[in-house]
């Protein structure tokens, strides 16, 4: 039977961008090893970096917003059909496959 030996990897960056990510790993109860090698991994089955580059603060700050909205609507009696629901969230620019939901 082979045996697999670990090998080192030693890179540069800056001592904020590791004292951030060693805080946040640290919540999640990882150590920066393991999450490099999660993260090595990840390259290795997806042949791709593992990264989703979009920017989900504006997406998540906008349909915060559209509940607010529909929350206010509810108490005023503002009502949509299900056709302008789906209607609204597509204008609003969110990719949202409105078919998985849509009774027809």
């Known amino acids: 039977m082979a045996t697999v030996k670990d090998t ?3 890179f540069r960056t800056n001592r904020e961008l590791r004292d951030n990510a060693s805080e946040i790993l640290d919540r999640l109860q990882l150590d920066m090893s393991t999450a490099l090698n999660i993260f090595l991994g990840q390259i290795v089955e997806k042949e791709t970096l593992p990264l989703d580059f979009s920017n989900r603060k504006k997406e998540l700050a906008l349909l915060e917003k559209m509940l607010d909205e529909a929350e206010a609507d ?10 302008d629901a789906f209607q609204k ?11 998985r939901h849509h009774p027809n």
């Open 74 to 83: 509810i108490h005023t009696g503002r009502v949509y059909s299900l056709d």
């Open 8 to 10: 080192r990897i030693s």
């Open 89 to 99: 969230v597509a204008e609003s620019g969110i990719k949202y496959d409105t078919t």
